[in-house]
């Protein structure tokens, strides 16, 4: 009930192409949906956020997808530039509770 | 604004030994997490406060593992005895309040038990 699953584990994507990363929860008490970018040797900061109560976000080339029925939500990254290459983790917080996915490690190709 | 600050960035200790790590939040930041994240993985929650309180410790190891944030601001992480599986960066992070927003992170602790 408190797993979030993060799809891919890997992604390869060339310069100026869409990156997409998916991520699915069980626990219908959450009510904050996070997405953290991570470089090596740092830690995870923020990138973009949604609520239930909206089925998209959209910050400059970063876009959240929320589909609340089926319990998904996706990142977008648009125009996809070496500098995005990050991991990238989602996240689903609730009362008491902030569960990370297993994280994505995304690769952009100059 | 100053970040999440965390010490020591590096430790190496061998199986058996005792180990303490230490975090100083945001200030004014109420909620702080400690986070176990082992190499290729996601940030593991091992335990919540709320100001000095906790809130959830479920997946805190608590034969080896303690924590505390005195006074509701600086918190410390101690593991003991270590085994080679608590290889890993601790991750301190916070929050404004018992709300569900954004989480400030240090830059963790990694750990090597040899």
């Known amino acids: 009930q408190q797993q979030v699953k993060q799809s891919p584990q890997s992604l390869i994507v060339q310069k100026g192409g869409i990156s997409i990363i998916n991520c699915a929860y069980e626990?219908?008490?959450?009510?904050?949906f996070p997405w953290y970018q991570q470089f090596p040797g740092k830690g995870p900061a923020l990138l973009i956020a949604?609520?239930?109560?909206?089925s998209e976000k959209k910050e400059g080339r970063f876009t959240i997808s929320f589909n609340k029925s089926a319990k998904q939500f996706s990142l977008h990254i648009m125009d996809s530039q070496p500098g995005d290459s990050a991991t990238y983790f989602c996240?689903?917080?609730?009362?008491?509770?902030?569960?990370f996915g297993t994280g994505t490690r995304l690769k952009v190709l100059a | 604004e100053a970040g999440v600050a965390q010490s020591p960035r590096y430790k190496i200790i061998e199986k058996r030994q005792s180990v303490a790590f230490w975090c100083n939040p945001i200030?004014?930041?109420?909620?702080l997490y400690w986070y176990q994240q082992i190499l290729g993985q996601g940030p593991k929650l091992l335990i919540q406060?709320?100001?000095?309180?906790?809130?959830?410790d479920s997946q805190l190891p608590k034969d080896r593992f303690s924590a505390e944030r005195l006074k509701g601001v600086d918190s410390t992480l101690k593991i003991q005895p270590a085994k080679l599986e608590d290889s890993a960066v601790y991750l301190c992070?916070?929050?404004?309040?018992?709300?569900?927003?954004?989480?400030?992170f240090g830059q963790g602790t990694r750990l090597t038990v040899v």
């Open positions: 992070a916070s929050s404004l309040g018992s709300l569900n927003t954004e989480a400030f």
């Open positions: 626990n219908t008490a959450f009510d904050y």
């Open positions: 949604i609520r239930p109560d909206v």
């Open positions: 996240a689903a917080a609730g009362t008491y509770k902030y569960i």
């Open positions: 200030s004014g930041h109420a909620t």
């Open positions: 406060f709320q100001n000095n309180g906790v809130v959830d």
